[in-house]
């Protein structure tokens, strides 16, 4: 079984291709300027808790995801691959005793866009390794949304909420897609047909583009479990694959070795006007998190950690 406190889980395959340079902005998001270090935490909806696979408790959650500084996105400090058992306890105290506080309030970002606090009520664990706390929202939260708390405002950048519900016809085109990318893997055609998208979202992640389409897709067959988590951009009308996270598992009956990763949310951590890109993805009796960033002229992973697990 796996535990993501102690180990490093494999990254999925991951195939990213880019997507073009940006163009100069046509406006400005609203930098909101404060602390220089960021802890993010992941905001989880009532009944569909990160652990979702026997306990989806009634409440809402915040899970934290990574550390955010001028240096990059990093592992919260004792969390790491490297601590011992008495390592552990002493960071998961020590955060739970400063993060978990009851009434301490997060500001809270949903879709790229502020909208106001999450307020702690008390540590609630979800799992046999887990630091997560029960929270008050603003506002329920729908069961396919998931938002970002932050315990302070570094140099986040906040922009009106833009995403909008993708139309039937974006549904079509990226479950063709989505079967295009399994072809390419040897999939053959006709078992393609098969494929379910299980989550779809049309996001903003700045003025340079149109709205990119992000979702997760599922194929079974007799020999294997294919997962998709695919982020499309708009070239010239047709979809162009930004990030592509592919992974196949062996064991059809109880997925041990499955991978499945899902959008989680997207916020501007830095403020250079392109949102991140933040994921959860889950394993057998674990889940973790992953950032992405767009460098270079390309989307890259840049984070892969936190969550937890049995």
């Known amino acids: 079984m796996k535990s993501t406190r102690f180990y490093l889980l494999a990254l999925s395959i991951l195939v990213i291709a880019s ?39 009634r409440i809402p959650l915040l899970d934290p995801i990574a550390v955010y500084s001028r240096n990059g ?5 004792g969390f790491d691959a490297g601590s011992d058992q008495k390592a552990y306890d002493l960071a998961f105290n020590a955060f739970e005793k400063r993060y978990f506080r009851r009434g301490s309030s997060y500001p809270y970002f949903l879709r790229g866009a502020a909208r106001g606090s999450v307020v702690i009520r008390e540590p609630y664990g979800v799992d046999c390794v887990s630091t997560t706390a029960s929270v008050e929202l603003p506002e329920p939260l729908r069961r396919e949304e998931r938002g970002i708390a932050l315990n302070s405002l570094g140099g986040i950048a906040a922009h009106a909420d833009l995403d909008s519900p993708p139309s039937a016809a974006q549904r079509m085109a990226f479950h ?48 294997a479990l294919y997962d998709l988590f695919i982020v499309f951009g ?50 057998y009796e674990s889940w973790d998190y992953t950032i992405y960033k767009f460098q270079d002229g390309a989307w890259k992973a840049v984070f892969n950690g936190s969550g937890g697990g049995c």
């Open 73 to 77: 996105f990093q592992d919260l400090p």
């Open 19 to 57: 997507h073009g340079n940006p163009r100069s902005a046509k406006g400005q998001s609203q930098k909101i300027v404060g602390t220089a270090s960021i802890v993010a935490f992941a905001v989880w909806p009532a009944g569909d808790g990160p652990e979702f696979q026997d306990h989806k408790p």
């Open 234 to 283: 708009q070239r010239n009308g047709r979809l162009s694959p930004a990030i592509t996270s592919y992974h196949r598992a062996a064991d059809v009956e109880d997925g041990t070795d499955d991978t499945q990763e899902y959008l989680l949310s997207h916020l501007d951590f830095d403020g250079d006007g392109i949102d991140e890109i933040i994921t959860t993805r889950f394993y």
């Open 176 to 223: 063709d897609a989505a079967a295009a990318v399994l072809q390419t893997k040897g999939v053959s055609k006709m078992a393609i047909q098969g494929i379910k998208v299980l989550a779809l979202h049309s996001i903003y992640l700045g003025s340079h583009w149109p709205n990119f389409l992000a979702g997760s897709a599922f194929l079974k067959q007799k020999d």
